[in-house]
């Protein structure tokens, strides 16, 4: 039986996986865990894909500094949370490689950021895993905030340790 048949699935309308089982995942905890529902898991031109969540409360810690005044999500937690998408499509999809392991950044080409994330934000995370093989996987990502783009980045690296 796999993963993706034992996590208990979400009874909110559009979600599959709720913040309790993500966060569970996830290797990254509290506060740097930045994806809270998985919305859906698929295949886009032969490659696996996944749709999920990152409410922006405005008590993230991150707001007291980053501006006090102006309140921005900093460009690079953007990038985290694009990598943390990824991290849990390869979780959910290549199960035996993952298992027992942990996420390793290795390298980010190709990012754009296109307008400030601000408190009271819905962040709509899309990551499609281009390869995987040895433990490495490569994906692109992108981050909608009402249809409108965010940031993205062609290419994310990371190995499986």
């Not at 796999?2 to 290797?27: F, Q, R, W």
């Not at 281009?130 to 992108?142: H, L, P, Q, S, T």
Request: overall charge negative; glycine content about 8%; charged content about 25%.
């Amino acid at each position: 039986m796999s993963l993706l048949d034992t996590l208990p699935k979400s009874s909110k309308d559009g979600v599959i996986y709720d913040a309790e089982v993500v966060h569970g995942l996830l290797p990254q905890k509290d506060p740097f865990a930045f994806v809270d529902e998985i919305n859906e898991l698929y295949e886009e031109d032969g490659k696996k894909a996944i749709k999920a969540t990152k409410y922006i409360l405005g008590t993230e810690g991150y707001f007291r500094g980053h501006f006090p005044t102006e309140p921005v999500m900093p460009g690079v937690l953007q990038i985290e949370t694009m990598a943390q998408a990824g991290n849990l499509l390869a979780a959910l999809c290549f199960e035996e490689e993952v298992k027992g392991k942990r996420p390793a950044f290795m390298g980010v080409n190709g990012v754009r950021f296109r307008r400030a994330v601000k408190p009271g934000d819905v962040l709509s995370i899309h990551a499609t895993l281009e390869k995987f093989r040895r433990g490495i996987m490569v994906f692109k990502a992108d981050i909608t905030c009402n249809g409108e783009p965010v940031s993205s980045a062609e290419e994310v690296t990371a190995m499986m340790v």
